[in-house]
Nanobody, 123 residues
Framework: QVQLVESGGGSVQPGGSLRLSCVASGLIFKNYGMGWFRQAPGKEREFVASISWLGGSTSYADSVMGRFTISRDYAKNTVLLQMNSLKPEDTAVYYC????????????????WGKGTLVTVSS
């Protein structure tokens, strides 16, 4: 069974950093585009970042560009999201996602979802 398991969420002050991890199992990792989405309280889910099959292409939401970096570790079947200069508006549950391609993923074509990890940014 395919599983995406997120970790690394927590509470941090504005300006701080966190690194989220998503460990994928039950799939051929390199054959999937991977991404992160988030959902803040009272708001709809939104795209955060994605990375292509071989890691050659990355995409970011305008709101996180320059602050977040997505990467993938093929040896560990893991996708990472380094989050720097965190802002209160980054507070959300962050979900790992896998799609056949990043284009499909960003267009809502998600094959698999993780259960989410909570990130709270506050003073």
């Amino acid at each position: 069974q395919v599983q995406l398991v997120e970790s690394g969420g927590g509470s941090v002050q504005p300006g701080g950093s966190l690194r989220l991890s998503c460990v994928a199992s039950g799939l051929i990792f390199k054959n999937y585009g991977m991404g992160w989405f988030r959902q803040a309280p009272g708001k709809e889910r939104e795209f955060v970042a994605s990375i292509s099959w071989l890691g050659g292409s990355t995409s970011y939401a305008d709101s996180v560009m320059g602050r977040f970096t997505i990467s993938r570790d093929y040896a560990k079947n893991t996708v990472l999201l380094q989050m720097n200069s965190l802002k209160p508006e980054d507070t959300a549950v962050y979900y790992c996602a896998a799609g056949r391609t990043t284009a499909a993923l960003q267009g809502g074509g998600i094959d698999y979802w993780g259960k989410g990890t909570l990130v709270t940014v506050s003073s």
